[in-house]
Structures are given as C-alpha cells and as structure tokens.
C-alpha cells in the first residue's frame, strides 16, 4: 500500500493494466488526460490485436486524438504504469504531450530515464515534463507476478 493515495488517473492506469493482465497480456495501462478528465485510456492490447504498436501508451494516444479530433494532444497529460519504451517515447514526442506521469522504472527496456533517453536526445522536437515513480510499487508487482506466473 502506497504511503499516500495515488492519484486518480494513476489509479485508473492501474485499473486497465489489471484488465490487460486479466486478457493475457503484459499489465500496463495508461490514460491521456486533460482539463482534469480523462480523454483517452489503453492496456496492452498486442496479443488480442496481433499489432506490434498496441502498446497501452499508443492505445491511450490514439483514443486521444480520436476524442480531440486532433493528432496534436497539447494541453494533455499521459499516466502509464510503466515507464515507456522507445517507441512510445516518440509518439509522446511527436503527440505534443505536456507531462508524462510513470509509474515503475524500467532500466531495460525504457527510454525515459533509462536506455536511449528519447528526450533528452537533440533530435527530439518535444520534450514533455517527465514523473517517475508514482505509484511504482504496484506498477512493479503486477509485472513481476505476470512474469512469475509465466516462468
């Protein structure tokens, strides 16, 4: 139990990663959020999509801009409880995102903080305010027990 509650689209995160797990897939959610509401949420979805992309940043993303009717997401906030990868990391980039909340670090296959460190490169065109660690302990546990279990 985390010594202070988490935030509500953290929660909510939390909420959709239990659900990915709960379809098979690797238990990671995430939420776009502006003004305070939530716009646009995802889980891992690669398995159930047969989509290499369907990664719960990129659902949540696209649900976005689907619900703004703009691929631009200025204004907008993203939750996941992982910290993102690679190709999530440009996407954020590149959606304009302004902050970027994230629960368990991922030193091996993040690029936040960890690894290629998308936005910190010189060719990254936007580099949005970036939280780890919030609500990193339950993030962290639902992913070592899906591996657990698997192993």
């Known amino acids: 139990m985390p010594a202070f509650p988490l935030p509500d689209p953290m929660r909510r995160a939390l909420d ?12 990671i959610g995430a939420v ?5 509401r939530i716009i646009g949420e995802g889980e891992n979805r690669n398995r ?21 009717g ?6 907008c906030d993203l939750w996941v409880t992982l910290e993102p990868c690679p190709m999530c990391a440009g996407a954020i980039s590149h959606a304009r995102i302004e902050r970027l909340y994230y629960g368990a ?4 296959g993040g690029a936040v903080e960890h690894g290629s460190r998308i936005f910190a490169q010189p ?15 339950e993030s962290a546990g639902l992913l070592r027990g899906f591996f657990a279990a698997r192993r």
Request: charged letters at 30%; glycine letters at 8%; one cysteine or more.
């Open 123 to 137: 060719e990254c065109l936007h580099r949005p305010e970036h939280y780890g660690d919030i609500g990193a302990e």
């Open 32 to 36: 776009v959020v502006k003004d305070g």
């Open 105 to 108: 670090a991922d030193p091996k």
């Open 70 to 75: 703009d691929f631009r997401l200025t204004g």
């Open 48 to 68: 159930r999509d047969n989509d290499p992309t369907a990664h719960a940043e990129m659902v949540a993303i696209r649900a976005a801009a689907a619900a703004l």
């Open 16 to 27: 959709l990663a239990r659900a990915a797990e709960a379809a098979g897939e690797v238990p």
